[in-house]
């Protein structure tokens, strides 16, 4: 029985012990692919950080995480067990991390560089110093040497279609995923795209994407 993993939602940072840097995925494109694998008869392994996506659907098993760390270490304890046919990436992972809470703009003077302590709230201004966070999408190929069908997704916004494709397929190959499922922000509920299939990308609906998508994982899926 092929083997899914599939994540969903969205990861936080923390800013201090009380806030954290978050975005607004709530993950139900991950769960309605993760029911359209197991309709198929594959085996599913769902990391999510909505906990109202849990389900006990058979052949789905739900792993929750809340922070951009717990979504590293899972991955990475996954994906080094080797059981895994194809991983589709639907999670908005942090691209930053707070490196420190400063009271000027120039960074000298910083009122915690920890995180585990809580702010008083009666600063009149405070800066945030981020600094990038590892890709996860690009470990799967080097660091966690993984083989399978690998499925990255891109969100843009405010581009037309032909530059978003451009966009995304110089993020497929970067990452040296198999598929990638491109979308923008202010259609993002309406139409995605697929591909390469057949050495381009096909625009489908968002009612359509899980089957699309599933489709074309079991096109180019092979055995280990």
Excluded at 119 to 141: A, M, N, T, V
Aim: aromatic share 8%.
């Amino acid at each position: 029985m092929p083997r899914f993993l599939i994540t969903a939602g969205a990861t936080s940072v923390a800013i201090d012990s009380a806030r954290k840097i978050t975005n607004l995925a709530k993950g139900f494109t991950g769960q309605t692919l993760a029911i359209e694998a197991a309709k198929r008869g594959h085996q599913v392994c769902l990391l999510t950080s909505n906990s109202h996506l849990t389900t006990n659907q058979q052949n789905i098993e739900s792993i929750l995480f809340d922070t951009f760390d717990d979504l590293f270490s899972l991955l990475e304890k996954e994906t080094c067990k080797n059981i895994y046919d194809a991983i589709i990436m639907t999670a908005a992972v942090s691209d930053y991390g707070c490196e420190g809470i400063f009271q000027t703009p120039d960074f000298n003077t910083p009122v915690s560089t920890s995180g585990n302590e809580k702010l008083s709230g009666s600063h009149q201004e405070l800066w945030l110093k981020l600094k990038p966070l590892p890709k996860l999408i690009d470990q799967f190929r080097t660091t966690w040497n993984f083989k399978g069908a690998l499925v990255k997704f891109k969100l843009e916004a405010n581009i037309d279609e032909q530059k978003l494709l451009q966009i995304a397929e110089q993020s497929r190959m970067h990452s040296n995923a198999d598929l990638m499922v491109a979308n923008r922000i202010e259609d993002a509920s309406i139409k995605a795209w697929i591909g390469p299939i057949n050495s381009n990308y096909q625009c489908v609906s968002r009612e359509n994407l899980p089957a699309s998508l599933l489709d074309a994982i079991e096109q180019i899926w092979k055995p280990q």
